[in-house]
């Protein structure tokens, strides 16, 4: 048995960075060394660094260490890095880090849209990892040293989206047209403050800065596909795909819920029992590779009328799984259905220790 | 000063008819003297037989009126009957009802396909009454007592929907595209039990039994037109309208928030400032007409980026007015917008109050 | 009829600045002028600096007002500033204006505990204002200018607690013990942040930082009674009640609701009717002044069983009037009993707006 | 490895049925094997019949057993019953079980105040199980066919009650008063139709039919003691005890929050630190007793100011620990003190599979 892979959190403080320390507990392939927090929190014990705000307590395991600042001395030893970082913070920090030679897996926004950096929703696209391969390559052959690089982690509700989209395109070609509608958790906000009790008290919040530029955009990235040359990624242009996203903050804890609606290019398009058959048998390639965290089943095709729904199937397969349901025909596009994806799992953390799981499958770290 | 007019309310002790007993309660030009209930209701004091579930106290002039069974002959006195039952009653009382000579305006879906039946949003549509002005006159014409008849109110998010179509097409032409994601309140769900508490905590239901189906064929007979004779409403046709709803039911009291796309037939479509500039301007003709309840402002434009809002908005113009935010232009049709509505108001029990004041004005009544 | 009096109002664009502006729009006495708050928004016309976030419009007259920083020069035209300052800020802003000669009506905390500063819930203890009086009478007869004064807003969950037992303690004598349990609504936060929705959704948080000592001691002040000498309020001493309190916050926009029990001194205790008899003959005196924001029912003794509930009660005369229910023999003390007070009006800035009353009809201002 | 007892389930399409079906999935010591419901389920299959509403999916092992109707022939098989009918049924139902030689361990209330019955909370006084040891020893002796009995579960907002005191009274003796105020959860009120959404959304009910009764009963029962001759509980008596609750319903899924205070009838009474050290040393017989479910820690003492939360602290030892914080000293009594129990797993469900493990560890069963 390897010895185990020795993992840094980044924004160990904060709510995405709870979510990896309690991921990244009892991993068969990391072990949790070093935790980088902000100034005020460095040099305190995690125990007492942290406002612990997880359903499951904080792990033993992290307690102790004593919170780093986030400076890339204090992680040259991580095989990996991980960044809860907020995007106000993230930008210079994670630059450090790439060019110290650290391999970082970010959940912030900063570098997405960068044509060399792969966007990763870890049950879609794990192929854009090509990229960096391509560059450890180079590197390699031309005798340097081992470079750093980032990748980094969709955005919570493009994750959602995404993820049946990719067996539905491999199997029935290119989608022409796609609209969701979110209904989005309040975790994905953190907690410090997040989103006012009484913003989501009684009421729904019908917009979340950004998020709709997000959505439309990073699902032409990682849709896309890897150049020839393996060095960036050509996303789809606005005449391959139309993507319009309308997003709401609601009152549910964790899972996001979308309502989508797709029609793709190809006529005649395929009919209902084809899609889900599609969406059933997907198995994603990080489940293939026996990755720890991948889904047994990638995506749950429910038959009820009234589900998916956040509470109770947010947490299939570990909040790996994405649950599609009320699949039929549009009288507009072709397909309307529902999808619920756990924002903090695969919309976030969890994605990033998959991509880190496909890395060490692929021998990239 | 005219007297007053007679009002009746079928269904008075459920969540529709506690609502239409406080709009009428100090009314203008209503008395409301007859309420009708189930058979294990009647003989008692209204006070005694409804669990009253309202903000506002019981009004002081229902509390002691006795309820009636729900036969047309307590009811024969009344210029106007408003109808709250359940569908599953209201089919053959109501049709009792007209058969007996009485005006029935009611919420239940039951007759609402009846081609001759005016399904109307008051602030939208009034001149659907029409039909019912072309019945009255024949009779008249023909030396026969005063026919009976039915409007129906429409459904409720149905109601928030169409309104700020109304003037677009008015200005702009007929709409080719419509798209509806609801993010519905329990309160339509009534009380009794309505919806659990365990399905809206922490929780979406992404389903509405026959709600979708009711926004994509309500939506073509509203915006429909009287055919020549008047005797009937003209549906849109599907090829004149492609219509698309997904419906949620959310932790909403009162409230339904829809995010609509919408695609104009005509080239080149207009503007996002005309398009603002043409709600801001609408006046219904229920205003123009003076009825008591008519929204002085119809349709509110929002322009800050988070509204409208359920719980800040839902209550303006008293739940007459509907407000509309996020006006822009949209990827896939031309543009997108947030419409938020009073699903009890002018989704239910104040659209059919606003209805009889309408035919009040008519002269109808 | 008399001139309005000039109002100013501290802290305008926090949640009870906005409350008191409510409450001061088209006010038959006051006439709200001057607007203060921080710096950042000093300068700016009040529409652009405030974030509103209540159920009712802007007033239209507030829109426009400039916002003034918060230095006494600014209102010195003021009859009367209401202050809905926090308490980090309210300190020496407050003492700066009393010393300027103005009279405050503060919500702030920080100077409830001075013994010549009333602590007044208006429909409970407005006799503790002929402190207030005696300081202008004194001043009067010595010549000098008129003093500037502060009055203290209690807690909000204080001023629910103690509305029922002023009647009571007035016909049944002295209570000997006293405990509640409260379950606060969130808008008593505010809004920037105020309670963070992941803390509140399919939560209870059982603490509230210094609010049982509050509710513990002011309970001692408020019953207390004015020194002879009129030079200060004498509290009860913890021989003379005992009292104790839990807090919890909740899932509850406005009304906090409490579980309260309590024993008399007098034995034979009266009965339940009693009690609830005493409790509906009570008027307070503010009513009796004629003030016009005065409750025509102080106390709404309920008799369902499932009553108070904040949702529907709280809005019982405009929020100036508390509900009791369930009063019912308690195992331990004599009587428990639940009561739901609006926590925004007679527990914030509509108590500050009725002692302003209050003075008015007195001549204190 | 003995085989495993054979367990049946009636009401098993309810709330508390679906919960016990859970729990004995993969039971070490149970296998599953009859499903008992209404007639109108009788006959389906399990998946067919039950409206599944868990988080957690249905087992696999339970989706195809055939349901039946609550005749006992058809569990006559069985070591063991759980049962989770509602009281309207219980009662014959459970009886015709109990005279047909059958175990039965019952979630409804309809037996609890036979005094030959335990009200068992399996980590608080599982020593009330000797009176069926004495009737089964008795049996035995006399030659005859082992009997049936029942031993019922106790309320839910009971259970987190008692759970600390047990601890205390063996340490510190017996309590002379008790209060507690309840924040309960919905999910114990069932889900066809349980609670309203309307009923709980920015709301409170400050009442629930029955169950302050339940508790000021229940209490005084599980600390009561086994009668000298092991034929019945000897419950404390009023002057033993006095005990006042105040039962309210609140937005919580899962997990009753209560505040409570108490005062012991000896003097001095121990300090705060003592009562924690005492709360946390204590180990509950069935944890001793190895049973698979008792929680290693079956009192978690919480030192945060804010704890325990239900969201974040009710799954502690998978809802078999009970958690407590805010210790301190009350002004009234001795402590107050805030307690949470998962109300479904310790307060319901989980407590009668607790049970029948202690039966089995005691050769009961």
């Known amino acids: 048995m390897a010895a185990k892979k020795v993992a840094g959190v980044l924004g160990a403080t904060g709510s995405v960075g709870q979510r990896f320390i309690l991921l990244l507990a009892d991993h068969p392939d990391f072990e949790l060394r070093v935790l980088g927090a902000s100034p005020r929190s460095a040099g305190k014990k995690y125990i007492d660094a942290a406002n612990w705000k997880q359903t499951d307590l904080m792990p033993k395991s992290a307690e102790n260490i004593i919170v780093s600042d986030c400076s890339s001395a204090n992680f040259k030893d991580c095989d990996i890095v991980f960044s809860g970082l ?12 790439v060019e110290a ?94 989103v006012s009790g009484i913003d989501v008290l009684d009421n729904i919040i019908p917009y979340i800065g950004g998020e709709e530029d997000k959505m439309e955009w990073e699902t032409k990235k990682i849709l896309g596909s890897v150049s020839t040359d393996k060095s960036h990624v050509e996303l789809l242009t606005p005449e391959e795909i139309k993507v319009s996203a309308q997003c709401n903050r609601v009152a549910v804890s964790d899972g996001h819920t979308e309502c989508i609606a797709l029609k793709f290019k190809n006529r005649p398009a395929p009919s209902v029992e084809q899609v889900k058959q599609c969406l059933r048998d997907y198995v994603c390639d990080a489940y293939k590779m026996k990755c720890h965290s991948a889904p047994e089943q990638t995506i749950h095709v429910l038959e009820q009328s009234d589900r998916p729904q956040p509470r109770l199937d947010r947490n299939r397969d570990r909040g790996y799984g994405v649950s599609v ?41």
């Open 86 to 97: 907020d995007a106000e913070y993230a930008g210079p920090i994670e630059k450090e880090f």
């Open 101 to 194: 030679g650290i391999a970082v897996i970010s959940n912030a926004k900063n570098y997405r849209r960068e044509e060399d950096v792969p966007l990763v929703v870890p049950i879609v696209n794990p192929e854009h990892l090509d990229i960096i391969q391509q560059k450890l390559d180079t590197a390699k052959e031309a005798g340097k040293q081992r470079p750093g690089f980032i990748i980094c982690i969709s955005n919570c509700s493009t994750a959602g989206l995404v993820a049946p989209l990719k067996p539905l395109v491999d199997s029935f070609g290119p989608i022409d047209t796609l609209t969701t509608t979110t209904l989005q958790a309040i975790s994905g906000a953190g907690f410090s403050p997040g």
């Open 325 to 365: 349901g009320r699949i039929r025909e549009d009288p507009v596009l072709d397909f309307k259905m529902v999808v619920l994806s756990h924002n903090t799992i695969i919309g976030a953390a969890g994605s990033g220790v998959l991509i880190a799981e496909i890395l060490l499958a692929r021998n990239m770290i």
